[in-house]
């Protein structure tokens, strides 16, 4: 018995040596010592985490895209539209439209919390004035343990003047799920199916849909830290709006470029409208007859978070 | 029983080594840069670090992400724009101190820390002196150091309204706490 204890005590006194000696090895080699393994092992590699920046602006040219407004802040949106560059209304004389406002969004989008967005606005076209509802369901994590995002939205629209045959004539509504994916640093893209009920058709032409579904896609490709390409293009499915009847699918061509604070898009667009509920219902300009317009957004955010004070730990 | 002591004694030298080592999993860091507008500043709690009062060996890593701007947009570009955080998801400290500290007596002690400092994936041999407290046997260190951003390769562009200074001060404070067992999985 005696001998078993000397023998089981002289093992783990010599174990315990050769542990400290590997140890001390191992620090002359230099890089990997144990306190290195130490800090590794504590340091965990956090890769479920949200991926950020798909989209810098809550708004691309025609689409809102699954970026939401963070908890407390207040984004100001203003966008404009203006002219036709070509046709007789555009060229030098109204400098390629310039003298000629289309349709004028002034709007606001306050986050409730990071994920829940209400937003209000008006649009000169119809003096649709609308508010909405957006809701994060889904962020694209970095492991891909969710390879998208996912944003809800939901708008109501109402045409507060004109003579319509009753209030409800005067509202639309409009559905939207934004499918959102950051592909790598530079590009992120997103495809939405939508839904809009107009009460009154738009425009109120005999045969035209009330309802009808739309798709649309949209890319962002970033060119420098602050500059960014955006296209966008819509699609409403409606037997009605086709080309043989004037209609065309909206489609712009942007620049983005975000200062902190502020992003800037300076873009071309066919589409007159604004509003996705105006422009997917209503768009009757075409690129081929010079109907395309230079447009601007001007979007600001506000926060309303409070600053923290450093502590040292005591 | 005299061999069960001896046994026992021998047994606690192997965890001897674990007693110099200590880590601490709440790193404080708080990342301030002032600015013609509005001053910039991030607090971060997750960082981890390792002290080995044998050896000197200091060693910290701070999760990036971690750093909470007041502003959630501010944070946004000090991760996309500035820092890279997807590529670059640490910032990590592995050093030694130059002095040896007395861990028994209770005191504040200054310290120079030489190492390697690593943002932004560029790694930088640094100097930085601090604080080291002990107190009832707790060990703290705290620490207020400038980083160049061009020494990290980290670009300040000329656009933004949010302008960063050029250099930034990061204070680091942290309690540590005496590892346990010598098992580094837990």
Excluded at chain 1, 76 to 100: K, Q, W
Excluded at chain 1, 208 to 225: I, Q, W
Excluded at chain 2, 126 to 147: D, P, Y
């Amino acid at each position: 018995m005696k001998r078993i204890f000397i023998a089981f005590t002289l093992l783990a006194l010599a174990t315990g040596l050769k542990a400290q000696q590997t140890d001390t090895s191992k620090k002359a080699g230099g890089k990997t010592s144990s306190t290195d393994s130490l800090l590794n092992s504590m340091s965990s590699d956090d890769k479920h985490q949200d991926v950020i920046g798909a989209f810098k602006a809550t708004r691309l040219i025609l689409s809102p895209t699954t970026t939401t407004v963070k908890k407390n802040n207040l984004n100001f949106l203003v966008i404009h539209r203006f002219g036709d560059i070509g046709t007789p209304t555009g060229g030098a004389r109204t400098l390629f439209g310039l003298d000629a406002v289309n349709d004028v969004y002034i709007g606001f989008e306050y986050g409730l919390s990071d994920n829940l967005n209400v937003d209000f606005g008006r649009n000169t076209i119809g003096q649709l004035i609308e508010v909405g509802l957006k809701y994060a369901v889904l962020h694209q994590k970095m492991d891909d343990s969710s390879p998208i995002a996912i944003t809800f939205l939901g708008e109501y629209g109402v045409r507060p003047y004109g003579s319509f045959s009753s209030y409800s004539a005067r509202n639309s509504y409009l559905g939207q799920a934004i499918i959102s994916r950051k592909f790598t640093s530079a590009l992120s893209l997103q495809v939405s199916p939508i839904y809009v009920y107009d009460n009154t058709a738009i425009p109120d032409i005999a045969g035209n849909d009330k309802g009808f579904f739309a798709l649309s896609g949209a890319l962002r490709y970033k060119v420098t830290k602050h500059m960014s390409l955006v296209v966008d293009y819509e699609h409403p499915f409606s037997s009605f709006r086709t080309g043989a009847n004037g209609f065309s699918d909206p489609l712009g061509f942007g620049i983005e470029v975000e200062t902190g604070g502020h992003v800037f898009t300076l873009n071309i667009s066919n589409a007159r409208a604004i509003s996705e509920i105006n422009s997917l219902s209503n768009t009757q300009a075409d690129y081929g007859r010079g109907q395309f317009r230079i447009g601007f957004t001007i979007s600001r955010m506000f926060d309303f978070n409070h600053h923290e004070k450093w502590k040292d730990n005591k | 029983m005299k061999h069960i002591l001896l046994f026992l004694l021998a047994w606690t030298t192997i965890h001897q080594a674990g007693q110099d080592t200590y880590v601490c999993k709440n790193v404080k860091v708080n990342m301030y840069s002032s600015a013609p507008i509005e001053d910039i500043e991030a607090n971060s709690t997750t960082g981890v670090s390792v002290y080995n009062s044998g050896t000197g060996e200091l060693e910290f890593s701070i999760p990036v992400r971690s750093l909470h701007f007041p502003k959630s947009l501010m944070e946004e570009h000090f991760n996309e724009n500035y820092i890279e955080s997807d590529k670059f998801p640490k910032a990590t400290f592995k050093g030694k101190i130059q002095e040896h500290v007395d861990l028994t007596k209770d005191g504040s002690y200054p310290v120079t820390v030489t190492g390697d400092f690593q943002v932004h994936g560029v790694t930088q041999t640094r100097t930085i002196t601090g604080n080291l407290k002990i107190s009832g046997g707790v060990v703290t260190m705290t620490s207020e150091f400038m980083v160049k951003c061009a020494d990290h390769h980290i670009d300040i562009p000329q656009i933004v309204f949010h302008h960063i200074a050029e250099s930034i001060r990061i204070r680091v404070s942290a309690t540590y706490t005496a590892l346990k067992n010598n098992n580094p999985s837990k």
